[in-house]
């Protein structure tokens, strides 16, 4: 918003803070640096606080108040499902499996480009008690045809105003650690037009945006269109976030975008990813992707080239083999990445990093809590890594919009929030088998769709009635050394999560570093915990004086307390062995998770050949 409601001056031509030429930033000099092996060593015998916890039930957030908003250039783009999503997965893992990140991370930090984006007050989420501890990322590719995306083959600035999100993935982290969930959203999908904020992509700003050629400004609040990726382009990130959780009901706590400039990059940082295909691969657009069949290492053009081709007359089905080959692609990044020839290389690691930072901006994400996160999903098997794509009837509709299957994305959603199973998840790493492959690989089409199941997404699902049950649980109290806890302050007095956390510790309680979230405010204090922790909390609760208990998904052996204005003291724990009995609640869907038997569903085991 202009302060003195002149027309503004033309915007900077040289391109939005994600498109930044490196060599403008001072790289710093790490080579006298502890080496990576021994960084690792001393992080993973520190005591590092659990992240499971580092959002309120509410979806709160860590660094809300930091957030600035940042300049942003006309973009446009044609088709890079998960291109640019890549650039990001890498860069967290890299960021995230290894400690060596402590080395410079306050120098990263300040590199880092940050962007309002969140929304964690939203009443789009769906049974925040059960999201307690995860993280959800959005991760979204932004359109550009500046500077090296022209010489790419982005195309012309000219044709097109603005920037949209052609690529938009939302992962979801749970509590436990145990696994990784990607799904992938078609940047068509057809959605119900929603009032956002306008959002002006030149300048980066929230607020009323001046038209130059009618001289006026639009209103404070915009009309999206039809696609999800005009939320991006109308309402900016704040936009896309909001719709996102409408669909989804996953309480988003990290916004991540990234320029697909950055993508070859990033594939080169890593000295290539390798990919496979039975025959050669000939683009009716692009030409040659890939010159011969088999398995081959590609470097970041041809990369690139891969994850975009969408007319290989050899599959037969459009951009359903172009999803399969991205998410067989993001596998096998996964899989390099976290190899012990990118996590024990200085240089290389160095290089995926900066990478990250040149071609991003974020909300709420600093690289301790990438750091952090990553101990926390050290040793998860690759076939505990599932990516999907989201359910649609696989027909456009009248404006060439993907119709979505509303009932199948609910299931598909709840069964995140419950941490249930996904089709193709292993504990041994184990590839799929090519029956059970081709099963869950096939297209998500539908000859015969129930007008309510392809509703418009974003017109609202009607929601599963939410049950709440109290339970009575007998236990006997634990010894507090075996119980592993966590405390958080929804208080406003500063500081008495830490005492707490000191109180606990002196009973013999093994205390994790406190919870500095945003809780929020709660007159009673709650005690959280999972299924099969019941000992622990009657234990932790019997301490706490009027302490309300609730079972939640996600939490594994960890009990969470959050200390309400009801805090007095924490009392001396009952005797191991003391019989005790506590009230419980639980919320929860009435209504069975049912997933669909066609998901296209990609496992991080998968190395099959296709």
């Known amino acids: 918003m202009s302060d003195g409601g002149t027309a503004s001056p033309p915007p900077p031509s040289d391109g939005g803070p ?12 790490h080579s006298q640096g502890v080496p990576v092996a021994e ?15 580092y959002r309120s039930p509410a979806g709160g957030r860590l660094n809300s108040s930091d957030r600035t908003p940042t300049t942003a250039a006309r973009r446009r783009h044609v088709g890079h499902l998960i291109a640019r999503s890549a650039t990001v997965l890498v860069a ?8 060596a990140a402590w080395q410079w991370q306050s120098a990263k930090d300040r590199l880092l480009t940050s ?43 000219e044709i097109v105003e603005g920037a949209r999100s052609d690529t ?105 990813v390798e990919v496979c295909s039975t025959t050669p691969l000939e683009d009716g657009e692009l030409g040659t992707v890939l010159a011969t069949a088999g398995r081959q290492t590609v470097d970041g053009t041809t990369a690139l080239n891969y994850v975009r081709a969408r007319t290989i007359e050899s599959e037969g089905n459009g951009d359903y083999g172009r999803i399969k080959r991205q998410q067989l692609f993001l596998a096998s990044l996964m899989r390099s990445i976290i190899s012990t020839e990118t996590l024990f290389n200085i240089e290389r690691l160095d290089g995926v990093v900066n990478t990250f930072i040149e071609d991003t901006y974020v909300d709420n994400v600093k690289t301790r809590d990438l750091v952090q996160l990553g101990q926390s999903l050290q040793g998860i098997n690759a076939g505990h890594i599932t990516f999907v794509t989201l359910p649609t009837t696989g027909q456009p509709d009248d404006e060439g919009n993907e119709v979505p299957r509303t009932q199948d994305i609910r299931a598909l959603f709840d069964a995140i929030i419950d941490d249930k199973p996904l089709p193709g998840e292993n504990d041994n790493n184990e590839t799929l088998s090519p029956l059970t492959a081709a099963t869950m690989s096939t297209a998500t089409t539908s000859e015969s769709v129930s007008p309510e199941s392809s509703a418009d997404i974003s017109s609202g699902v009607e929601s599963d009635q939410l049950l709440t049950t109290t339970e009575r649980v007998k236990v006997v109290a634990g010894d507090p050394r075996d119980i592993t806890m966590q405390v958080g302050n929804a208080t406003e007095t500063a500081g008495l999560a830490t005492a707490a956390t000191q109180e606990f510790e002196a009973y013999g309680f093994k205390v994790l570093d406190p919870d500095y979230s945003d809780w929020g405010t709660k007159s009673t204090t ?85």
């Open 92 to 99: 967290v893992s890299a960021l995230a499996m290894t400690g």
């Open 39 to 53: 960084l690792i060593a001393r992080v993973n015998a520190s005591r590092q606080p659990d992240l499971a916890t």
């Open 526 to 610: 709650t005690v959280y915990y999972s299924l099969g922790n019941e000992q622990a909390a009657a234990t932790v609760a019997a301490t706490l004086p009027g302490a309300r208990i609730e079972r939640i998904n996600g939490l594994g052996e960890t009990v969470q307390v959050v200390l309400g204005s009801d805090f007095k003291v924490v009392k001396y724990p009952q005797a191991s062995g003391t019989a005790l009995s506590v009230s419980v609640t639980h919320t929860g869907s009435s209504t069975p998770t049912k997933l669909p038997l066609d998901l296209t569903v990609t496992n991080g085991a998968d190395v099959t050949c296709e």
């Open 115 to 157: 962007i309002a984006a969140l929304d964690p007050d939203s009443s789009d989420i769906r049974d925040p008690s059960a999201q307690v501890g995860d993280e959800n990322f959005l991760i979204i590719g932004v359109d550009s045809r500046i500077g090296a995306n022209s010489e790419m083959g982005a195309g012309d600035t």
């Open 168 to 272: 938009i993935m939302l992962v979801n982290i749970p509590a436990s650690r145990k696994r990784v969930v990607a799904v992938s959203f078609p940047r068509d999908l057809a959605i119900s037009p929603m009032n956002c904020q306008a959002w002006n992509p030149e300048t980066g700003k929230y607020g009323p945006v001046y038209d130059q050629s009618s001289g006026e400004w639009s209103d404070n609040e915009r009309l999206t269109g039809t696609k999800l990726n005009s939320a991006y382009a109308f309402g900016g990130p704040k936009c896309l976030v909001k719709v996102i959780q409408k669909i989804s009901g996953l309480a988003i706590n990290r916004f991540m975008a990234v320029d697909f400039a950055g993508f070859a990059k990033m594939v080169d940082a890593i000295g290539g």
């Open 18 to 29: 994600w498109e930044r030429v490196s060599a403008q930033q001072p790289p710093g000099n």
